[in-house]
């Protein structure tokens, strides 16, 4: 795996030592590895959230219960951790569908935790961050941003949306001085991609790879060699990466 790419956002970057941050469906996988490394890293406090805090199992963190999809809940996680400095959207969920043949409630659930639930916490804690400075978000997206997948094309789709999103709330919110940042990564261990038997990069990797980018103020971290290799595939023309994929180099 080569060095991250980060390109670099003209707000200044956020300290992680000090900072105060809130995971999304940080029980598990990536969401747990983000919540580890933040306590690492020297953060003052961290919120790990999950639909059931009571599998959260990482010593010094805050359990906090949150399901992205429940507007109450995400009004109420925002009441509880007013002192966040730093939110990270890492909630998500695929449930491998096409978007032609599979049941449409299924394609429906995806974009709302992956879109809809993204965008619901980004508005609750909005108002947190400014009122502590401005702070940052980092939405965790996908090298599937930018490519469809056979089986995956509804989370394919959602993740676009997800860019979509998190590049209009980088605009947005500058003015009020929170760096929004968004991490690109392919497939990696955790159990989220575990019905995946292709190459997978380690999380732990891909996590301080995200926290350096807001270290760096980065607007884009693109974490692995594949999403790098999708990116620049945009400018090209797109039958040519989708040969790739159908070869199975990927």
């Known amino acids: 795996m080569t060095t991250p790419n980060t390109h670099t956002h003209p707000a200044p970057g956020l300290r992680i030592e000090g900072a105060v941050a809130l995971v999304t469906g940080a029980n598990r996988g990536l969401g ?17 959230t999950a639909r059931r805090p009571e599998a959260v199992d990482l010593p010094g963190v805050v359990p906090l219960r949150l399901d992205v999809t429940d507007d109450d809940e995400v009004r109420a996680a925002a009441a509880a951790a007013g002192d966040v400095t730093l939110l990270v959207n890492n909630a998500g ?34 108002p947190v961050l400014a009122a502590n400075g401005g702070g940052a978000i980092l939405n965790v997206l996908s090298a599937q941003s930018w490519h469809a997948y056979p089986g995956t094309n509804g989370y394919h789709a959602t993740k676009a949306a997800q860019w979509a999103l ?15 940042t968004g991490l690109h990564l392919g497939a990696v261990d955790t159990d989220f991609s575990a019905a995946y038997d292709g190459p997978k990069g380690a999380p732990a990797v ?9 270290e ?35």
């Open 32 to 48: 747990r590895h983000f919540a580890r490394q933040l306590m690492e890293r020297g953060a003052a406090r961290v919120y790990a």
């Open 93 to 126: 969920v695929s449930r491998w569908t096409n978007l032609v043949t599979a049941d449409l409630a299924d394609v429906r659930a995806e974009m709302e935790t992956n879109f809809w639930g993204t965008l619901a916490t980004v508005r609750a804690f909005a």
């Open 166 to 180: 998190t590049n209009g709330v980088r605009v947005e919110l500058a003015e009020q001085g929170t760096l929004v």
């Open 206 to 214: 891909v996590v301080r790879a995200g926290l350096d980018g807001i």
């Open 216 to 250: 760096a103020g980065a607007a884009e971290v693109i974490a692995d060699d594949w999403s790098a290799h999708v990116k620049k595939s945009l400018a090209e023309d797109p039958t040519r990466l989708y040969d790739e994929i159908r070869a199975g180099i990927v």
